[in-house]
């Protein structure tokens, strides 16, 4: 089991930025890519960007150049650095650990995942 605590999110108005934070527990992580997952009101919820141990990273389109996924592997956690907030933006974030080793995921494929953290930009 891998358990995912998700931390940071809140309210911030559109253009300011916001650090989440995701610690991991449990198994060993090194075989796990980390990543954070985002549903919006109304919608599904979508793929936001993926880490795996060693460091490569994959982000949805929509969020390239104003996202950035870090992990550190000592903390057994990861970060998802947002700025440039925008409404849209609006969502609870989620944190999600797949088995693999490529940087990438699918909602279907994530063995596990936390709570969720909100984050609400106000325009």
Known sequence: QVQLVE???GL???GGSLRLSCAASGRTLSSY??????????????FVAAISWSGSTDYADSVKGRFT???D???NTVYLQISSLKSE???V???AADFRLIATM?????????????VTVSS
Do not use: H, M
């Open 73 to 75: 592997n000592a903390k």
């Open 89 to 91: 933006d609006t969502a």
């Open 33 to 46: 890519v980390l990543g954070w997952f985002r549903q919006a009101p109304g919608k599904e919820r979508e």
């Open 106 to 118: 699918t909602s279907s494929g994530v063995d596990y995942w936390g709570k969720g953290t909100l």
């Open 7 to 9: 931390s940071g999110g």
């Open 93 to 95: 974030y989620y944190c």
């Open 69 to 71: 996924i870090s992990r």
């Open 12 to 14: 911030v108005q559109a």
